[in-house]
T-cell receptor, first 115, second 110 residues
Framework: NAGVMQNPRHLVRRRGQEARLRCSPMKGHSHVYWYRQLPEEGLKFMVYLQKENIIDESGMPKERFSAEFPKEGPSILRIQQVVRGDSAAYFC?????????????FGPGTRLTVL | GIQVEQSPPDLILQEGANSTLRCNFSDSVNNLQWFHQNPWGQLINLFYIPSGTKQNGRLSATTVATERYSLLYISSSQTTDSGVYFCAACRGSTLGRLYFGRGTQLTVWP
């Protein structure tokens, strides 16, 4: 009964490098959400994806950040040219359906540190 | 969006004590969830409770949707209960976007 899987659990990057965070949803779930936890800002929504489709990306920074959820394989959150302010915990969640009332299950998170 | 407010922000207890954490939300919701973030940073699902009452061992939760609040009860607290407790809510117009409160930092001393 595997839950939401995220890897890597810890990622260290130097300023200007790229970071790729992966998320595999729970079995049977086709909806993925990404959230970011910054030290002084709490947990904030970034993007909501269905297979091959971005449903809501209103929480994503306008530049350097992108997300995808291909037909096959995990969802990827990509951060280009990382800066120190990107250091945070990034959480992925999944749900079984589109409706707002569906419970979301969270992965263990990826802790990104930008040197 | 939905405003989610949690109280108290910090709570310090002796092992064995009971506690109540509160979550107020600004609008009607379709989804209300409680989470525990343990000292390792993992978010653990506690309850999915848009309305009504649920119990799981020493923890229970009640959501009164018409009055826009939810309560999390912890009885006979243990040191392993320490961490941050978050509530989060969403409604139909925001699709699956969960709005989180700032959390309650709970410390349980032996």
């Amino acid at each position: 009964n595997a839950g939401v899987m995220q890897n890597p659990r810890h990622l260290v990057r130097r300023r200007g490098q790229e970071a790729r965070l992966r998320c595999s949803p729970m079995k049977g779930h086709s909806h993925v959400y990404w959230y970011r936890q910054l030290p002084e800002e709490g947990l904030k929504f970034m993007v909501y994806l269905q297979k091959e489709n971005i449903i809501d990306e209103s929480g994503m920074p306008k530049e350097r950040f992108s997300a995808e959820f291909p037909k096959e394989g995990p969802s990827i959150l990509r951060i280009q040219q990382v800066v120190r302010g990107d250091s945070a915990a990034y959480f992925c969640a999944s749900s079984i359906g589109l409706e707002a009332f569906n419970e979301q299950f969270f992965g263990p998170g990826t802790r990104l540190t930008v040197l | 969006g939905i405003q989610v407010e949690q109280s108290p922000p910090d709570l310090i207890l002796q092992e064995g004590a009971n506690s109540t954490l509160r979550c107020n939300f600004s609008d009607s919701v379709n989804n209300l969830q409680w989470f525990h973030q343990n000292p390792w940073g993992q978010l653990i699902n506690l309850f999915y409770i848009p309305s009504g009452t649920k119990q799981n061992g020493r923890l229970s939760a009640t959501t009164v949707a018409t009055e826009r609040y939810s309560l999390l009860y912890i009885s006979s607290s243990q040191t392993t209960d320490s961490g941050v407790y978050f509530c989060a809510a969403c409604r139909g117009s925001t699709l699956g976007r969960l709005y989180f409160g700032r959390g309650t930092q709970l410390t349980v001393w032996p």
